[in-house]
């Protein structure tokens, strides 16, 4: 079936430098993508979202970057910090206002 | 503004138990829902709710009641416990006005063990 997914489990980064993580989506009618920050033990924390009439979006250190033509999302930190260590979602809004989630990529920052 | 707050944090029940998992938002948020997280998978939808006395099924319902009897509170009740229902439970809830392109904002998390 359709699904978010990430293209890897695991990303590890020096303090400093700059992540990207992916992800792959294959519902070319999906309208509406979040990426999500958990933290070990917490809840999914809202990063940034972006819409499919959008190419890209800036907020405070991220920036996602969406490719319609070949259906892939991408999450960019910049200047990452021992804070940024967590796991990160996409999310697909598929079907209304219920959401589908990859299985997400475990960011760690090596200092 | 607590956002969304989730109670027990942790429960330990014994197979056949039952039990209810409370939500509760101060955002006056339409929708809410509940979703489980397993290792190595992504978050899975249970059951939602688009507004005060709805409810609708998700992903996997099996297993799982829910009640929304207050805009501000969804229940998530586990009438006959198994194994299988270990897991991480989230709730979530998102405004409704952006006919739903909206973000969910989550909550804590309970740790339910099924013995």
């Known amino acids: 079936g359709e699904s978010v997914g990430l293209h890897l489990p695991t990303l590890s980064v020096q303090e400093g430098d700059n992540s990207i993580i992916n992800c792959a989506y294959s519902n070319s009618a999906s309208d509406y993508f979040i990426w999500y920050k958990q933290e070990s033990g917490k809840g999914p924390q809202f990063i940034i979202d972006i819409r499919s009439n959008m190419d890209k979006r800036q907020g405070q250190r991220v920036t996602v970057l969406l490719n319609k033509t070949v259906k892939h999302l991408s999450l960019q930190i910049a200047a990452t910090q021992p804070g940024d260590s967590a796991v990160y979602f996409c999310a697909e809004n598929m079907v209304g206002y219920k959401l589908s989630f990859g299985a997400g990529t475990t960011v760690t920052v090596r200092a | ?115």
């Not at chain 2, 405004?95 to 739903?100: A, E």
């Open chain 2, 1 to 115: 503004n607590a956002g969304v707050t989730q109670t027990p944090k942790f429960r330990v029940l014994k197979t056949g138990q039952s039990m209810t998992l409370l939500c509760a938002q101060d955002m006056n948020h339409e929708y809410m829902y509940w979703y489980r997280q397993d290792p190595g998978m992504g978050l899975r939808l249970i059951h939602y709710s688009v507004g005060e006395g709805t409810t609708a099924k998700g992903e996997v319902p099996d297993g799982y009641n829910v009640s929304r009897l207050k805009k501000q509170n969804f229940l998530l009740g586990l009438e006959s416990a198994a194994p299988s229902q270990t897991s991480v439970y989230f709730c979530a809830s998102s405004p409704g006005t952006s006919g739903g392109l909206d973000t969910q904002y989550f909550g804590p998390g309970t740790r339910l063990t099924v013995l």
